[in-house]
């Protein structure tokens, strides 16, 4: 927002909060207060054809010219309170933003967790080296250190670097000691993966 629209928003608020504080916020009020007063005070004057009536006027104009200059002391004290209030408002904002980004980073790993389950036993299936599927694993990999990112970067420090890799869970038909041990480390990632999905569920 620029400097100029920053204090558009805060004039605008300021003249709306002013209004509403002298109760002259809505049309309503505006016919009921100020206009039927004086068109009464018109009418009575009128028809007395005397100098009796214009008190009642004087007094109606006094009252709006009260009502006026209060309204323009609250236009201007909003003025200086209305900033903060502003910038309290848009810090406030920044939680649910961060909450709701956080959220929608865990439901991305329920979904990539439900893909990795399908790439793994698809895996058990492929009976030589299983390039493409190796190489559709690491973007699978990339994509879950990606999203835990967004949500804590030591998570993701911790998924890309496996340590140990303890023997897959499942069986594949592939001979191919390197895809074997690809295949191994994608289940173990998917092992992993669905502790840190759980933990973060349990702490929603």
């Known amino acids: 927002m620029g400097y100029r629209d920053y204090w558009t928003e805060v004039a605008t608020r300021a003249f709306s909060e002013s209004l509403k504080a002298v109760s002259w916020d809505n049309w309503i009020n ?3 207060k100020i206009l039927m007063p004086l068109l009464i005070a018109a009418a009575l004057t009128w028809w007395a054809q005397t100098g009796v009536e214009y008190s009642r ?3 109606v104009l006094l009252t709006l010219g009260i009502t006026a200059i209060v309204a323009i002391i609250i236009f ?8 903060p209030k502003m910038h309290s408002e848009t810090l406030a904002l920044v939680p649910k933003e961060q909450d709701s980004e956080r959220e929608a980073a865990i439901l991305k790993l329920v979904q990539l967790r439900h893909d990795g389950v399908r790439h ?3 895996g058990k299936k492929i009976e030589d080296e299983g390039v493409e599927w190796s190489e559709e694993s690491l973007q699978w990999m990339e994509d879950v250190i990606a999203t835990l990112t967004i ?11 496996l340590d140990t890799v303890p023997q897959a ?3 594949c ?26 933990n973060l ?3 929603s």
Do not use: C
């Open 57 to 59: 006027i004087v007094q």
């Open 169 to 171: 869970r499942h069986r």
């Open 120 to 122: 793994r036993n698809d």
């Open 201 to 203: 569920l349990n702490q």
């Open 151 to 161: 949500i804590s970067p030591a998570k993701a420090e911790m998924f890309r670097v």
């Open 30 to 32: 505006i016919v009921v």
């Open 76 to 83: 201007f004290t909003k003025m200086l309170t209305i900033p």
């Open 173 to 198: 038909l592939s001979d191919d000691k390197k895809f074997r041990t690809k295949f191994a480390m994608h289940d173990y990632r998917l092992v992993r993966l669905t502790e840190i999905a759980d």
